[in-house]
């Protein structure tokens, strides 16, 4: 395979117990062992870490669901989201935590958001406009002022936009859950660093 045209094979991995049931992916078929168990190791250690902040390790009984997608598996980037659900058995109502990681698939390295976008453009501030205009097109109900994202704001790739998750009850009801806002890659193209991932998806900025 070509250093540009990485994909990686996606094998399952399952964590049953009593009140608990979470899959996660492990990777295959990458052309070096030490990057493929780099990977591998980062992405169970957000699982299992999911699974601890979500209350695995408590005493009091937790019951707790973890699925995964792979949303980006293609031009040696890797992008995955996480989605455990929580519930304590005398709780009301559970809890949904998302994550996500985004590899290179040739190097191991593990993207950040800020690496998503050119650092001469404030980036942070013309997307924090477009997700409010996001907010407010879809009537979202919100309590308090949107936070904004962070230089290591949780995201996601997919081939032809970028997911930015905010946590629950961060600025919106449980009945939202975690909130997704959707980015075509059209709609940011000015901002993205032309040496990053993004900018392998989007053949006028090869």
Not at 87 to 99: S, W
């Amino acid at each position: 395979m070509s250093a540009q045209n990485l994909t990686a094979t996606i094998l399952e991995k399952k964590i049953i117990k009593p009140n608990m049931r979470v899959v996660y992916p492990m990777i295959t078929g990458l052309n070096s062992e030490v990057i493929q168990s780099r990977i591998n190791e980062q992405i169970a250690g957000l699982v299992f870490s999911m699974m601890l902040a979500q209350g695995s390790q408590d005493v009091e009984p937790v019951n707790i669901e973890g699925t995964y997608t792979t949303e980006l598996n293609e031009k040696s980037l890797l992008s995955i989201r996480f989605e455990n659900f929580a519930i304590r058995e005398k709780a009301a109502n559970g809890t949904t935590l998302l994550k996500a990681v985004t590899f290179d698939l040739n190097t191991g390295e593990f993207y950040q958001f800020y690496d998503l976008f050119s650092q001469e453009r404030p980036y942070r501030i013309i997307i924090n406009n477009m997700l409010e205009a996001q907010i407010k097109q879809k009537e979202l109900p919100t309590f308090g002022a949107f936070p904004g994202v962070k230089d290591n704001q949780p995201f996601y790739l997919m081939p032809t936009s970028v997911v930015i998750i905010f946590p629950e009850l961060l600025f919106t009801p449980h009945v939202i859950g975690p909130p997704e806002f959707k980015l075509p890659f059209k709609q940011i193209q000015g901002l993205i660093n032309t040496a990053g991932p993004i900018a392998r998806l989007i053949p006028i900025l090869q």
